[in-house]
């Protein structure tokens, strides 16, 4: 069985942390700001006059001040890159897996099945994230009943079992849940991957399917992890 931890406070089924847009604004204003004090630094550093930036780019000196103090909505990516490169320098941009992202129309519509399923007795949070102050990743679906946790995946199409059997382990690592119950779209491909994924993730994820399907019908604690087919 799997430690449980702390889990943040939720107001109404929503968690208090911020949203993926308000955290992506943030964190572009921070890497905005901190290029342009960079590319400030580098021009004094050089010696180099606001005037003599802007007369290689084609800019008024108002108009590389105003990038440099990043007011309003402050130069472009491209205009960003533009300033590096006259300066010596070159601008770099990557892109970090942090969670899931967007849930499309189908695994919407796997969420109203399971939900179907599930007795009155279990108390059902979306897209709570996983215990940990700086914790990016959220359950599908949080489960609880007293004090017997429950964190739900839901996939619609498995892809590549390997990352899947992967992202479930660190989730039971991390999770602070006493079971995990993948629920996968009842489809041809899913049918025909589930007894490799079933054998990838063996021993714990060992209660069967009708034994998961029968405790969340019925408001009961689950035994173990499992994986199901809806």
């Keep these: ?76 990516l491209i205009e960003l890159s533009e300033m590096a490169s006259v300066l010596g320098l070159e601008l770099s941009l990557g892109l970090h897996m942090l969670d899931d992202g967007l849930r499309d129309a189908g695994q919407q519509g796997l969420t109203r099945r399971l939900r179907a399923v599930l007795s009155p007795s279990w108390h059902v949070v979306a897209e709570l994230p996983l215990p ?49 119950v993948l629920v996968l779209a009842d489809s041809s491909t899913n049918r025909r991957l589930v007894g490799e994924l079933r054998e990838a993730l063996r021993p714990d994820f060992r209660t069967s399917p009708r034994q998961v399907l029968g405790a969340l019908r019925a408001g009961k604690r689950l035994s173990g992890s499992g994986v199901v087919l809806l």
């Design 1 to 76: 069985m799997m430690e449980r931890q702390a889990l943040p406070i939720t107001m109404c089924g929503v968690s208090t942390r911020e949203s993926r847009v308000t955290r992506g604004r943030r964190r572009g204003v921070e890497l905005q700001t901190r290029a342009l004090s960079e590319l400030r630094q580098r021009r004094i550093l050089l010696g180099v006059s606001q005037s003599a930036v802007g007369a290689q780019l084609g800019w008024s000196q108002a108009k590389v001040w105003r990038a440099e103090a990043s007011t309003a909505r402050g130069p472009t």
């Design 132 to 180: 940990g102050p700086a914790e990016l990743r959220a359950w599908d679906l949080f489960l609880r009943l007293g004090d017997h946790r429950v964190g739900v995946e839901l996939e619609t199409r498995l892809r590549d079992v390997q990352a899947l059997v992967r992202r479930l382990r660190l989730r039971e690592r991390d999770g602070g849940v006493d079971a995990i």
